[in-house]
């Protein structure tokens, strides 16, 4: 299908961000600014809705929605459209991007209020919705890349956006420059993927067929799958792709050893926070990495270093997490874990479950960051979560709508995080695919499981810290006093506008109930009724499977890469009715049972991580943390000693000034010495042969540059006098 | 077809020059008008120069507006012009950046103002003759010519150091040019030798090697394409022939630093592109791994060393070394995608960094510094300078949708896809850096200059961009956006040049002939 509405998704909030950067600057309007900045990024999301949910929409259909606009870049082989494809899983990306982004657009119109800079707030956002569906809708790696680098930008410039913050600017270059360095990856990747489908004889970067041009994807997965042995990184094969494609991934999704442009991008507002650095930009990693799914089946080394950068990463930063005092730090780091969970899901094959955290985190997160944000705006811009402290009282709205997040993000049955991280952790138990060696994914479950219990303990103690105890912002206020133009009596804390508590309403909902869309049969099969997970079900054709993945139910599994055959979605089939053939089975019995107490034990370290949270920090807010964690490992020292400086230095002392200054100059100067010498002898040279009249004239020449050089300091000279 | 369409392009500057002479000459004439002449002339020539690009496109590779009468009939020179796909848009380039380096000279320059114009349009002349001359001599009178007014404008209208820099410029450059005469010299007598008439004249020289008359000898071409490409590679400049650029770019004036990297540079990589590829095409090949090798550590090496200076001209200028080290891997990928994104880098190397030393000249203006460390915090005082330095910036860091990203892509797919060198992903991958390196030290700039919070009472003061300094900056703005978001028109109009050079190229021997074997990948890219 094709269909112009879909460039409407973009360009509505491009026109925003225009509007409000041309016309919102000279306005000073705040209600005119946030009307154009949410009502632009509005119609996306109704356009959105639109095309996902009707009838013959993207969620049901079995070929993208298309949207060719015109032919970017085109030369010989080469092709890269500016081109939208709406299928399931950019439909269904496309919609809560826009949502979410709806929503804390509407929340930043009240956190912003009063700030300079309100009007290029707006345009920022705006444009990075415009990016961040380019980046989704694109129907080509090229255009994806595009919108990589778009949100990149927007995350640097809203990461700076405070420009009285001395950490601001520092923290969007890290960021930018973090981001660079997997971009490369990244670009190297297309390269790489274009070379290998010319080779194939289809040379292509495109996602999907289009006239003249066909799917790289579908060119890649009719290819041999690559050996698991680690020469396969460097082969130049698939796997060298995914590998390059997934360094590109963790700068965007801050996973090890790129993550630590997240924490510093705090900097930032906190809308930004919520909507660039939780709930969509970061995720992009995740999205290109299920996008290319064919890639990484194909990849199965690849696929293995995604799992355990993923899972490292989830343990990794949930550890740092656990000791930050900084409220939006704390949910940086969380930010970082949770995006571990989703490469970990993506490594062992879960891409549909990987996919489906990413939304329920989107919920959660975008609810427990707009939290904090009403939580530092009712404290009058105070991030210390030291400095806090029984703000239930004061902030009712916020800390109800954050407590649901907070269970969310835990994993307690029926809020969203629930279902999305037991699906994690059960596809990652069973998994069985070439990339994962045996006893690697009982491994990386047990990391996952450890990190889940951290989780609860560092968002447990955030809550407590925040919402409960003793209220330590009067006793700390007092020695601020004299700084601060506004008493005493002006710092209690207050509950936020309703334009701000109405999306945390919206979004605690979501966090509590968004879950359901998915799940999983094991556990819908208890209430019986209609035993269908639709997220997966929905989704799963469009994601290439790893072969083994299905081994549970004894079939042989059928690979079906980007062309499912219809299927009746929205009807009501019965259980019987699905079919092995469009990649969903019925687990067996045992499979059946296995989850079960799969969901049960993570349930019960949800709880264990709650209560030892709750029993920790409730009276002892303050206690102190290993230092060790307090101070990130050390990782930012460490990549300045080890990475920042010495490059430095070689390149200002070494390059610079001994090399160029030093060697090129001073091998010039003293070669202009003696060729004027030189140029004396070359006088008594008598030739008669034609041939050498060259080497007379370049002689010559010489000489008369040797003259000019003495003589032309002294013309300038004169004539500058 | 017979126009006088490039020679009048060559002459209007000229005959603004005298016109400008002229009026100084008059009684009552005023040293403020000086400027409106040149600026007159200089958008009158831009203006003619559009209509080049009538015609252009459709898989024509021939030159076009051609004009060829005898010049000096003794030695058989000639005066031969003409436009192709490849100096087309260099040409347009060129009128383009002359009446914005006018206007950027409108306040800075105060003194000689007479003799500062003429020199600017006279410079204007030449350089628009190097890109449209088919006669080896002609070209290499322009290619001289040029030197001359710009050495003064170094010289004379230069910042502190601005002799030693001039004369560096010069040296350099004057050397590396007089090993070409000495090559083309010699063409010129293997060309009568082969033939028995000696002849300057591009056309006919290619068409005795494509017809296989004219054979120069593997040693010949050896030691002529060292000759053409030292000239060529001193005005690109390759590493480690790049130490001229910083001292002159940075001491230039403000206008002589736009021309500098917008025009001057680009002679050498035409050079290398027009000539050493259609007059040398083995060697070029043999060479090839050299100059790509050559070609990435400026790569690297501009990037690393303009990361650490403390002037932010000298930064500017040393980030060319880096970006012209691109166009230089893309040309000698010798892949379609390569060597078109190479000619695409040089038109958008030459908006970008044009319009960053325009950014420059601006705030020198005001503060008298060009070091870093005396700015930071400028996006208060300068909210519009601010947002359109950032956005020049990140057209040079090669931000998609701006001009530097399509044309740095493309010389990386080409260079990926090349057969020129062995192992053509790891020099992609070495050059790859340098699109990271380049956002390390240009945002790095920016939030020490623009953003922050350290400000001196001086930067808190500063004004904003005037009209005119908004008219300067426009277009080269509106250009970036475009070439970044619709290439298609520059792309199109030089594909069948560049297509003709390079089929050429890997394989010079007359179509039917045999051993085509050889040649490098030629299957790639249909």
Known sequence: MQTNLLSLIIFAPLAGALINWLIGRRVRNERFIGVVACASVGVSTIVALYLTLRSDGALRATQPVMDHLWTWVQVGAFRADFGLAMDRLSGIYALFVTFVGFLIHVFATGYMHGDRGYYRFFAYLNLFMFAMLTLVLADNLLLMFVGWEGVGLCSYLLIGFYLDKEEAAPAAKKAFIANRVGDWGFVLGILLLFWLTSHAGKPSISFFDKTGVTSALATVASLPMDGFTWHAIFAGGLTSVAILLFIGATGKSAQIPLFVWLPDAMAGPTPVSALIHAATMVTAGVYMVVRCSAIFTHAPFAMFIVAIIGAATALFAATIGLAQNDIKKVLAYSTISQLGYMFMACGVGAFVAAIFHVMMHAFFKAQLFLGSGSVIHGMHHEQDMRRMGGLRKYMPVTWLTMCAGWLAICGIPIWAGFFSKDEILWKTWSAGSPGIPPGLNKALWFIGAVTALLTAIYMTRLMVMTFWGGERFRAEHVEHVDEHDHGHLAHTPHESPLSMTIPLIVLALLSTVGGLVGVPYALSSLTGGHPENYFERTLQPVVSEVPGQSAGSGEATTLHWLSPPPQPVDGKPAVTVVKADHGETIPSAEEISQERIFTLISVLIALTGISIGWFMFKNQPLRRLPRLLENRYYVDEIYDATIIRPILVISREGLWKVFDIGVIDGLLHSLGRTVVNFGQTLRYMQIGFVRVYAAIILAGAIVIIGYFAYNGVHVLQFLTR | ?526
């Not at chain 2, 490849?86 to 347009?92: C, E, F, R």
Request: charged share 10%; glycine share 8%.
């Open chain 2, 1 to 526: 077809m017979q126009s006088h369409l490039l020679t009048i392009l060559i002459l209007l500057p000229v005959i603004g020059a005298g016109t400008t002479v002229i009026y100084s000459l008059t009684p009552g004439a005023r040293e403020s008008h000086l400027r409106w002449i040149a600026l007159a002339f200089t958008t009158l020539s831009f203006l003619v120069s559009l209509l080049l690009i009538q015609g252009a496109g459709g898989g024509l590779a021939a030159f076009r507006f051609a004009e060829n009468y005898s010049w000096i009939t003794a030695i058989g020179a000639r005066y031969h012009l003409g436009v192709d796909g490849i100096s087309l848009w260099l040409v347009l380039l060129t009128t383009l950046l002359m009446p914005i380096a006018i206007l950027s000279s409108w306040t800075a320059i105060a003194q000689r103002q007479l003799t500062y114009f003429v020199l600017m349009l006279l410079l204007e002349s030449a350089m628009i003759g190097v890109f449209v001359s088919l006669d080896l001599l002609l070209f290499y009178l322009f290619f001289e010519a040029s030197l001359v007014p710009m050495f003064f404008l170094i010289g004379v209208w230069g910042g502190e150091r601005r002799i030693y820099a001039a004369v560096k410029f010069f040296i350099y450059t004057a050397v590396g040019s007089l090993l070409m005469l000495v090559g083309i010299i010699a063409l010129y007598f293997i060309h009568q030798t082969a033939t028995g008439i000696g002849t300057f004249d591009y056309v006919v020289l290619t068409e005795t090697l494509r017809t296989n008359v004219m054979a120069i000898s593997p040693r010949a071409e050896f030691w002529l394409f060292l000759a053409f490409a030292l000239a060529f590679c001193i005005k690109v400049p390759l590493w480690p022939l790049h130490t001229w650029l910083p001292d002159a770019h940075t001491e230039a004036p403000t206008a002589g630093s736009v021309i500098l990297a917008g025009v001057l540079l680009k002679m050498g990589t035409y050079g290398l592109l027009r000539f050493n590829f259609g007059l040398f095409p083995n060697a070029s090949r043999q060479f090839a791994p050299l100059m790509i090798t050559l070609a990435v550590i400026g790569i690297i090496y501009g990037a690393l060393v303009a990361m650490v200076q403390p002037d932010v001209k000298r930064l500017v200028a040393y980030s060319s070394v880096s970006h012209m080290g691109f166009v230089v891997l893309g040309l000698f990928s010798f892949t379609e995608q390569g060597m078109q994104g190479a000619l695409y880098q040089m038109l958008s190397h030459g908006v970008s960094t044009g319009a960053l030393f325009l950014f420059v000249g601006m705030i020198y203006e005001r503060r008298h510094t060009r070091m870093i460390s005396d700015f930071g915090g400028l996006a208060r005082p300068m909210p519009w300078f601010s947002a359109l330095f950032v956005i020049a910036s990140l057209s040079s860091i090669g931000l998609p949708f701006l001009n530097g990203f399509v044309g740095e892509f493309l010389i990386m797919l080409g260079s990926w896809t090349s057969s020129a060198v062995q192992h053509a992903w790891i020099v992609t991958m070495l050059a790859g850096t340098g699109v990271i390196w380049a956002a390390v030290y240009m945002l790095w700039m920016l939030q020490r200059v623009v953003f922050g919070t350290k400000t001196s009472e001086a930067n808190a003061k500063l004004s904003d961009l005037n009209l005119r300094e908004f008219a300067l900056v426009l277009p080269l703005m509106v250009l970036m956006l475009f070439m970044g978001v619709y290439p298609g028109p520059f792309l199109s109009r030089t594909r069948a040049s560049i297509e003709a050079t390079r089929r050429f190229l890997v394989n010079p021997r007359p179509a039917g002939a045999p051993d085509v074997a050889k040649g490098p990948r030629d299957n790639q890219s249909r």
